[in-house]
C-alpha cells in the first residue's frame, strides 16, 4: 500500500505483556483532546488480547494483533505492518501519552516521508518520585549520535530518544527493529534510521511520561544481546565496538544496588570479549564504583 492510499490519521502502536499500567496508558491516550481519526493497535499474545477484547468491548478504534512471543521489537515490526493510518506513533505499556502530542506530530511530519520525530519527556524515576525534562529542539546528526556508545565514564547520557515517544510516516524503506536485542533496540534502531539517510528531529515540547526504573532495566541484561550489539556496532568501528563492551555495558549494573549482578556480568564479559590492558582497568573502576555504589546502600 502506498502513501497515497493509506488513510489520514494515526495508528498507536502498543506492544504490551499485560501489565495493569496498560488500562493507564489507554485512558491517557483518549484524553488527548487533539486526537481524532485514530487507531490502537495492541500486540500481544492470544490470551492477554481475549482479555483486553472482553475489557474493551465498546472501544471500536482498538485492533488487537496476536504475538506469542514476548518480543518488543518483533511486537512493533508487527504492529507497524498491521497499521492502516499515514502516521504511526508507538507507546510503551508502561508510560502516558501527553495530551497535545497527535497534533504536534502531524504538524512535523507533513511534507517529508524521511522524517522520525521525538518528542521530549517527563522523566520519572520509579519509586524517588524524582521528576525531570529531558530533550530539546535539535536534530540529530549520526556523528554526535554514535558518542552514546561510548561514553565518559561518570557522564550522562546526552540524548534521550525512546521510540515510544516518536511518530514517523508509514514507509517501506523505515528499517524494522532487531528482534535479537532484549534491550538498547531503539538506540541501534535510530543508528539504523541515521545510516539510512533518515532525518531525526526533536521537538522541546513534552509528549510522553516516562517511567524509568533501573533495577527492572538491569535485570534484562545479557551476553547474547551483548554480542549482537557489538556486531553491529563492530560495522561501524571496531574500536567503538569495544568500548561500548567495556565502558558503556556495565556502566548501569555498576551503579547499581545488585552487586551478584554486576559480578556475573563482568566475568560473562571478561570471559567473551578478552580485555586488554586498558579495558581491563575500566573494568577495575566500575567495579570499585560499584563497591562505593553498595556501600552507600548499607
Known sequence: MTNKELKDGISIVIPTIGRESLADVLASIHLDNTLNQHEVVIVASSKICKKIKQGYRECKCIKLVTQEEANISKSRNKGILHSKFNIISPIDDDDLWVNGRTKLFQDKLQIDNNVVVFGS??????????????????????????????????????????VGNCAFRKNTQLPKFNEKLVYLEDQIWILDLLQKGFVINQIEEITLEYFFSRERANRRWDIVTEKEIFTRLHKIDFILARKYVFKRSLKSLALSFNDSLFRNAKLEIIKEFHPRRKEKLQILFLSVLNIFVGALKK
Open 121 to 162: 519527556a517527563q522523566f520519572n524515576v520509579i519509586g524517588r518520585y524524582l521528576k525531570k525534562r529531558l530533550g530539546s529542539n535539535q536534530q540529530i546528526n549520526f556523528e554526535d549520535y554514535v558518542k552514546i556508545f561510548n561514553p565518559k565514564i561518570l557522564s550522562k547520557q546526552d540524548f534521550f530518544l525512546q
